[in-house]
């Protein structure tokens, strides 16, 4: 490569010239501006809107990610449930307060604990105008419970003995052993997207990817997509909720975060999902729109890895856990969007035996590790290595959040002697440290989409938990807890769980979260809840004007 | 040319063509154990952050001979690229050639676009620069070079949008349009962001090798004999051409590396998005073949820029087919 020779004949003013515009541009480009200690103002409530009645064209919604396959039993990120809760339904689904309620099936009944007797709809249709048939959906069931088909949704039907269709307009489920929890996999959120087994077959199972689409019974079809760049969904009429207003919504798949910033400012983007924290105010300097923010059902904690040493030892874990400054972490890293987490389950997912509210105050009473050195100090005195150690600690790259956080947590370890080298890495990099036998000290980062109280701490602290945390007591309490039909006992249950998980320092909750979500005012959305974007959300999406 | 002479051309084609199936064989190994090397876990991946049975985990092990030697699964790959299979690309679940077939146009219609506007703009600057060194035009167009050259194409592509999709509402902020006129006015804002870079190393490239044609013997005698400034300059710039030739060549190559970036930050389906995604997935097969295409249009854009030198300069020619 040559370099320029003559750069000392370049005028002063021309070099300054140069010099700022390419700073300027660096500036541009590499900085995100540094949290600052100033609550975010979400505007939300400050936008009344009026649904005007009118039918919309179309939506644009810009992704912070592409997606490689659309059937959720094969890739079950949660941009993939965002996507595909409008094109596919389960049997069952949940309203805007979590609440059960039917999909493709009317009404269901449990003859005993380990049966279900879904009765479907008669009037359910696939979007090529196929009615759904019986066969259609114990297919879909059983295809979504097999490993080899379904590596992303199989997990949670490990649980299920059989399936099988006992009448023209009925299908029976069966589990191995009662599961209060069971339901709600019945659900796109949770397992199920049911297809068309003509279609399936068409494809030998290959469906979901750029050329085999997907087939679903949900108010949008799916008509494009190019992994990538977008998935185009056209409104149908054949789905039994009736006609949605959008006639179109476009995802585009726009990885980077100043270029997605720059398109809403275009006014090409009416939703992003997603917004990052460290941009927002510049996403609330776009005129004619409103930022939502709700609690989302996910959960940031670390997690110890205690095949590795010294995490083995529980004093180290307790040290850490001490170390974690939960309330500033949340005010003034995330600047408020977040609550700090007192537990592994979310309030919002003790809903309805519990207001979010008495939620809090229940999960408060289980043994908590506050913010303090001087009990952090102490735990690591009386553990294996009083002096200190050095560890590592990665975090994904589609969360800089939670890498704000690891550098807050590594300061002030370093006040005891614990040093820890934080670094960022691909998310897939990152998913593979989780309980590598490798990593001793990670983050665990998960959205829970069914909203089931037991999906993450079974996960974490249950059989098979990336902290090869051993103890038969918290596969009993599982258990236990699965075979009870009352709400609140079976909260109980998880609490005993929680309480395990608080006593060994097996997890250290930090944050549950809150998505950030872009609007132009010139759409609405009904019933916004934790649980819109995995549910039919493209149906109630509204023309809007601000009154 | 003479039938012995075009038997030696057919003969010298030949032999580079061998050398770049060599190289490729080569390189397909390397990929193929660097990915093997690489951190991350193609389970993980394929299962997400998800509870797993380790039945399940098994499973996928054994459906892509994750548990097989290294040779071997070498070897399985190998043996089906030699009959024409590519495999199965594990994060898309398609065939490999089909992901390829979808995701070629837009890069290649990047890169032509991108090579057009840098050949187009740099080498008659860097010719004019040349001619006039020492201007206030010479100067100017260092300065330009200069930031080319520093500014990271991230950076570029970053204030290209700023100033000509938001600023100046001339081009689309991110995607690849669909159609073909739809895709050129798509593809015209990051293909000047790719065009910067290796346009100013092309320039600067141009007007070294005019300066050092002008400053040479031939020039000052040519001169002397009272030729004319343009036939002069003709002379100098056909005795330039190999090394510009040359180094275009050797851009071509260089941006292939730059549409990784500028496709991520304009958001667009193409190849370059797809070889960083699949390493990060582990996508082992869409990996190996998408690095044997980068690497034979290498190949085969060297193979050309040689044959060049045939064409451009007698001495070559003389020496190369008279043998």
Known sequence: MSTPTRVKHLTKRALIALTIGVTASMALAACTPAPTATQATIDSSNVALENTGAEVDQVTVALPGSLSNLYPGIEDGILNYNVIASVQEGLVGRDASGKMVGALATSWTTPDATTYVFELRKDAKFQNGDPVTADDVAFSIKEAADAKASPGTYYYLQNMASVAVTGPEEVTVKTKHADAGFLVNMSIAGAIAVTQKKFWQAHNGKIGTSQSLIMGTGPYKVTEFVPDSHVTL????????????????VFQFIPDQNTRLAAAQKGDVDIALNVPIPQLKQWQGISNSRIEAVNDLSYVGMIFDQKVKPFDDINVRKAISYSI???????????????????????????????ADAAKKLLGTLPQYDFDMAKAKAALAASSVPNGFTTELTYPNTGPQIGLAAQAIAESLKTIGVTVKVSEVPIEQWLATIGDGKHGLGFMWYFSTTGDPSEINSYLVGPDNPNNFTDPTAADIITKSSAQTDPKTR???LMQLEKLSADNAVNAPIWWGKSVTYFSNKIGIDAYSPYTFVTMWGSQLFAAKVK | MTGRQ???LAQTIALRLLGVAVILAIISFLTFALMYLAPGDLVKNLLGNRPSTPEAIAAIRAQYHLDDPFMVQYWDWLRGVLHGDLGESIRMQQPVSQVLADRSSVTIILIVLSFVIAVVTSIPLGILSATRRGSALDRFASAVTLTGLSA???????????????LLPIFPAYGAGSGFGDQLYHLLLPSIVLAAGIGAILMRMTRAAVIRELDGDAITFARARGLPQSLVQQIALRGALIPIVTSAG?????????????????????????????????DLPTVQALTLLVAAAIGIVTVIVDLSYLLFDPRVRARELSR
Not at chain 1, 234 to 249: A, C, H, S, Y
Not at chain 2, 152 to 166: E, H, K, N, Q, R
């Open chain 1, 325 to 355: 400054d939960r309330n500033a972490i949340v005010k003034n890293l995330l600047r408020g969007l977040g609550q700090p987490a007192s537990a592994i389950m979310t309030p919002e997912s003790l809903e309805p035996a519990y207001s």
């Open chain 2, 250 to 282: 050797l851009i071509l190559t260089f941006i292939i590396g730059g549409t990784i970036i500028v496709e991520t930050v304009f958001a667009l389906p193409g190849i370059g998005q797809l070889l960083e995604e699949s390493v990060l997935f582990k």
């Open chain 1, 234 to 249: 056209e409104r149908v009429d054949t789905w039994w909720g009736g006609v949605p207003k959008v006639k179109k919504i």
């Open chain 1, 491 to 493: 909260i109980d249950d």
């Open chain 2, 6 to 8: 075009s038997l030696r």
């Open chain 2, 152 to 166: 990271p194409s991230f950076a570029l592509a970053i204030v290209g949008i700023y100033l000509f999709a938001m």
